[in-house]
């Protein structure tokens, strides 16, 4: 029987938008999160799921190791099978390293740029929040406090509001 490979794929991440999936917070989540028992404790349930993806490529890399030290200390030495040169494949993959270190320093470089960008212009929006939150305290007068506090709860869900809009929506 033939099995479907992305029957297979579909496996191994059926559990990833559970994983990263944003969830709200209620107050026994936050109590349960405040002790420091629960924060240093590695979540055995959580662990062995993400690991779950990783083992099959484990056991590729172990099984492709296992086939190399065979062939290399069984048939080599016993069987005078030919040893494979690896100086073409040495300087084949020593070029490629440097190709990807490059790319990959480009692309960290670029990463880091978007997120501070985007860093600057949060706290940009923050400030803004607060600024407006001020000017009302200062403009409103003391019998009208509730406008104060309507502001203020408003500003702050002003950034829920931004972030909802800036995040994509949770599949």
Not at 10 to 18: A, C, G, M, P
Not at 21 to 32: F, G, P, R
Not at 81 to 98: G, K, N, R
Not at 129 to 143: C, F, G, K, L
């Amino acid at each position: 029987m033939k099995s479907d490979p992305s029957a297979v794929w579909d496996l191994l991440y059926s559990k990833h938008d559970s994983l990263f999936a944003d969830k709200v917070m209620k107050e026994a989540d936050w109590a349960l999160l405040r002790k420091a028992g629960y924060r240093h404790w590695l979540q055995p349930v959580k662990l062995a799921r993400v690991m779950f993806g990783y083992v099959w490529l484990l056991l590729y890399v172990a099984l492709l190791s296992v086939a190399v030290g065979v062939y290399s200390n069984t048939l080599v030495k016993n069987y005078h099978w030919p040893m494979v040169s690896l100086q073409s494949v040495q300087t084949f993959f020593s070029a490629i390293t440097f190709a990807l270190t490059l790319l990959l320093v480009f692309k960290t470089n670029s990463s880091y740029a978007r997120w501070w960008e985007a860093r600057k212009d949060v706290g940009q929006l923050v400030s803004w929040a607060h600024n407006i939150v001020r000017q009302a305290v200062a403009y409103y007068p003391p019998e009208q406090a509730q406008l104060v506090h309507a502001t203020a709860r408003w500003a702050a869900a002003a950034m829920y509001v931004v972030k909802s809009t800036v995040r994509p929506p949770a599949a």
